[in-house]
């Protein structure tokens, strides 16, 4: 993220995410055409859609970090684009080319880079996404597959190169030299949230063709250890194993700090650096600890200019208020240390299989039990043992931050919570005990059998923290007399039970890739149910009311009549209960005096750029708090010399005795 540069971003500081323009002049926005690709008006009838054009134009004077795949000699030709064995002798890292260069930013570079998420060897994992939206993607495909077979003849994938300038992708265009068009099928509003991810990304086909030498393939000399970019930073050393460092690019374009930014950013210091040219960081190192409290404690001493909060350091940097907030203990307030927290635009849930025979299906009996286990899973107390409380209890799948997400009494699950107090509170076991017998099943009992009914929890968690949630999860349904069977298995084994449909419940999670409710509420449409198709929709969820409005939304730009319909689909998901809605985590970090403009930044990760610090005050600090402490010193010289008195004194005597004996 510091060294690639999309052409579009999120604004660091506003929230929600807003997408602003990077390399690209403006956001790019989609204009319509119909079947016979001939224009249609700015708000057409979407069914008459047929095809969505994005044009992209980029701006000029952008060039590339220095970097020898660009080293030409007199004549223009590359330097180091055929490579002998004996000049392959002295290279052992990038560093040992004697020569770099560089180039601007072209409009052919991010053409170049879509065409790779088809390459046969790279198996993006975007690719079954994109090829059902980008004209010819999946023809380009195959095209490409033939290509590759043909040169490849026998040889070891890795040092098969495909030139892909020499191959057309019909639906991604080069217009001149700072304008390419993107072709999509339909409409797909959330495409443009794609073009700010790495996935479309500029890649100069020089690097490609630099990294695919074999003798540079075999000294690991490739592409994902040595990345080419346009960003503020350039990866200078690459150990993941003990130290990787990003060094401020000195051919970077430039930015300026955001101007503007929430209610609050300003009297929180971060807009202290508005408009002033970043990046403000010269050098990031980052060193691979390998345990918590070492780490933990190279922090405390001022060594580590920001720290997450494990576990093992929790009780000594957070307490909670009478409230239940968080604020920071007096030893970090002592430290000037300060917490930053933000909810993550995350989604963790227990879920039902709704192809089982018993927790399934759209029967009154089955949404009520579904709906009773949901009250009697405590999530507020989830939270409080597992998480430290960091976490919020959700109301459906949506985390705030995200367009369609309702806060307050208007967005809370009325089937699990009631708002007292000007809050939610979980609705009492006794509620979920009568939908039980409403369900049929009174004190827990199977009607059939008479038998304690029996529900499976299928796990790949393991060790003493994956006991304690097995052993909580089973009081919780033991509060409903419902036996739980812990089964526990490896990860691929899991993976399977959710492929075939053979688990019944299921603990899962998703982040964000784009800030849309499109991106979280596409977990529980039918057409992407992980049986029928190996999709997301782990749960197998297949309610056509729901489906039917997921389309709709999908098209529609956000607004007061796509949060309507936002709204109506979550009140069909609350209604079915296909999930325990779990909680969305909470992101906290902690940063010294010394540390500025450290907002929670959960979409993306160029956010280094934005950072800066204050050398002077950290190099006084650290003396302060790693000053020389002689004392144990002094006692130790003490106490050799006190060890060796007894014999020095001994000596003393036995030479005066001997001196004695001499006289006589």
């Known amino acids: 993220g510091q060294i690639y540069e999309p052409v579009v971003q999120y604004h660091y500081l506003k929230r929600p995410y807003e997408l602003v323009p990077l390399t690209a002049t403006a956001v790019p926005q989609p204009r319509y055409l119909d079947s016979d690709r001939k224009p249609l008006p700015a708000d057409p009838d979407p069914s008459r859609i047929a095809y969505s054009v994005y044009d992209i134009r980029i701006k000029t004077g952008i060039r590339y970090q220095p970097h020898p795949a660009f080293a030409k000699d007199k004549e223009g030709r590359y330097l180091y684009h055929a490579l002998t064995e004996k000049e392959l002798e002295d290279i052992y890292t990038l560093s040992d080319f004697g020569q770099t260069d560089t180039r601007e930013l072209t409009a052919a570079d991010y053409v170049y880079q879509i065409k790779r998420l088809a390459h046969p060897r790279l198996n993006s994992p975007l690719f079954g996404v994109m090829a059902g939206y980008i004209v010819g993607l999946r023809d380009y495909e195959k095209q490409l597959k033939a290509a590759f077979e043909q040169i490849k003849a026998g040889r070891d994938d890795k ?15 080069l217009v001149d030299r700072y304008h390419y068009r993107i072709m999509l099928h339909g409409r797909y509003p959330q495409f443009v949230y794609w073009l700010a991810m790495p996935f479309f990304a500029p890649m100069p086909p020089e690097a490609d063709r630099f990294y695919a030498q074999p003798g540079l393939v075999d000294k690991n000399i490739v592409l994902d250890w ?4 346009t960003g503020p930073y350039m990866l200078t050393e690459n150990n993941p194993n003990l130290r990787m460092v990003l060094t401020r690019n000195p051919n970077f374009h430039g930015e300026t700090y955001p101007e503007e930014g ?81 909810v993550r635009t995350s989604t963790n849930y227990f879920g039902f299989n709704m192809l089982d025979p018993v927790l399934g299906g759209d029967s009154d009996r089955s949404r009520k039990l579904r709906r009773a286990i949901s009250i009697a899973v405590d999530i507020e107390e989830y939270i409080t043992i597992f998480a430290n409380g960091r976490g919020i209890a959700a109301q459906g799948p949506i985390p705030p931050g995200i367009f369609g997400h309702v806060p307050g009494k208007a967005g809370i699950n009325p089937y699990v919570y009631d708002w007292v107090n000007g809050a939610p509170k979980r609705k009492g076991i006794e509620v979920a005990k009568q939908l039980m017998v409403e369900a049929g099943y009174v004190n827990g009992r199977d009607p059939q059998t008479g038998e304690p009914l029996l529900l499976n929890f299928e796990t790949s968690a393991t060790g003493p923290g994956a006991k304690a949630l097995t052993g909580w999860l089973r009081k919780q349904f033991d509060k409903l007399n419902i036996q739980l069977v812990i089964r526990s298995t490896d990860y691929n084994r899991f993976r399977e039970k959710l492929i075939k449909g053979t688990a019944q419940i299921y603990f899962w999670g998703w982040n964000a890739d784009y800030p849309d409710p499109e991106n979280f ?86 956010t280094f750029k934005y950072r800066r610090i204050d050398p002077e005050l950290r190099d006084v600090r650290r003396a302060e708090w790693n000053r020389p402490v002689f004392a144990p010193v002094y006692v130790i010289v003490l106490l050799l010399l006190a060890g060796l008195l007894p014999g020095v004194i001994a000596y003393i005597r036995k030479e005066h005795h ?5 006289d006589a």
Do not use: C
């Open 159 to 173: 040092y098969v190169y495909l030139d892909l300038q020499q191959y057309d992708l019909p639906g991604v265009i």
């Open 226 to 229: 040595f990345p080419v970019g």
């Open 262 to 342: 929430e209610p609050g950013d300003a009297e929180l210091g971060l807009l202290k650096d508005a408009g002033k040219p970043m990046p403000f960081i010269d050098e990031i190192v980052f060193n691979l600890e390998k345990e918590n409290i070492p780490y933990w404690n190279k922090f405390l001493q001022g060594y580590y200019d920001i720290s997450r909060v494990s576990s093992d350091s929790f009780d000594q940097a957070i307490r909670f208020t009478g409230q239940g907030d968080t604020i920071l203990s007096d030893s970090m307030v002592e430290k000037g240390i300060t917490l930053s927290t933000a």
């Open 521 to 606: 509420l596409f977990l529980l449409y039918g057409p992407n149910g992980k049986v029928a198709t190996h999709g997301e929709n782990a749960s197998n969820y297949n309610n056509p009311e729901f489906d039917a409005l997921f389309e709709e939304m999908m098209a529609m730009g956000n607004g007061p009549d796509r949060q309507a319909v936002v709204d109506k689909m979550l009140h069909v998901l609350r209604r079915d209960a296909p999930w325990v809605f779990g909680f969305h985590p909470m992101a906290f970090r902690l940063q010294h005096a010394w540390y500025f403009n450290m907002k929670p930044y959960l979409m993306t990760n160029n």
């Open 658 to 662: 001997a001196t004695k004996v001499g």
